[in-house]
C-alpha cells in the first residue's frame, strides 16, 4: 500500500505553508485589511482564501461535506473566501483575524488527520467534475500547495505595496 505520491504531496503542503506564514508575521491588524489603491484584495482574504482553497481541493473533494465541517470551516465563512468570491475591503466586513487565523490552520491540520490513513490508490478516484488541472482526488491534494504559493505571491506583493520588506 504505497504513500509515496500522498507523503510528497503532504510535505509540498506543509512547504508553502510555512512560505505563506512569513509573510504574516508581524502584521498589524489594519494591515492585513489595508487595500492599496486600485485593486480589492487584501492579506486577511488571500489567507482565508487559501483555507477555502485547501478544504475544497483535499477534504470536499476526498469526502464531500460533513456535519463537523460546519464547525471546521462554517458555510458563511466558506462563502466568503471560496473560488468566485470578491473581497471585501474593511475590517468590520470581514471575519476577524484571529478565526480567520484559527481556520487556516485547523483546515491544514484535518486535512493532515483525514490523509494519514489513505494511500494512493484510495486517492486515485476519479473526480465526478473535474479540474482543468486534474481528474483525481488526489489530484487535488497535489495542485493544493500549488494554488497556496500563487497567494504566497500575493501576499508577498500586498506586504511590498505596504513597504515592507520581503522575506527569505
Known amino acids: 500500500m504505497s ?7 503532504e510535505s509540498r ?7 505563506v506564514q512569513q509573510f504574516l508575521e508581524g502584521l498589524t491588524p489594519d494591515e492585513w485589511f489595508w487595500t492599496p489603491p486600485g485593486f480589492v484584495t487584501h492579506i486577511a482574504w488571500q489567507v482565508g482564501h487559501i483555507a477555502s482553497s485547501q478544504y475544497g481541493l483535499c477534504l470536499f ?3 464531500g461535506r460533513t456535519a463537523a465541517d460546519e464547525t ?6 466558506w462563502d466568503s473566501f471560496k473560488i468566485g468570491s470578491t473581497p471585501v ?3 468590520e466586513h470581514n471575519p476577524p483575524v484571529a478565526q480567520i487565523l484559527e481556520i487556516f490552520s485547523a483546515v491544514q491540520a484535518q ?3 483525514e490523509l494519514a490513513a489513505k494511500t494512493d490508490q484510495d486517492l486515485d478516484v476519479p473526480l465526478e467534475k473535474p ?12 495542485y493544493s500547495p ?9 501576499i508577498a506583493m500586498l506586504r511590498r505595496l505596504m513597504g515592507k520588506s520581503f522575506k527569505r
Request: proline share 4%; hydrophobic share 50%.
Open 72 to 77: 471546521l470551516l462554517p458555510q458563511a465563512i
Open 146 to 154: 500549488l494554488h497556496e504559493m500563487v497567494h504566497a505571491g500575493q
Open 111 to 113: 486535512v493532515f488527520r
Open 13 to 19: 503542503i506543509q512547504f508553502a505553508r510555512g512560505f
Open 89 to 91: 475591503a474593511g475590517a
Open 61 to 63: 473533494r476526498m469526502r
Open 131 to 142: 479540474h482543468p488541472a486534474f481528474t483525481t482526488v488526489l489530484g487535488g491534494i497535489e
Open 3 to 9: 504513500r509515496e505520491r500522498l507523503q510528497i504531496a
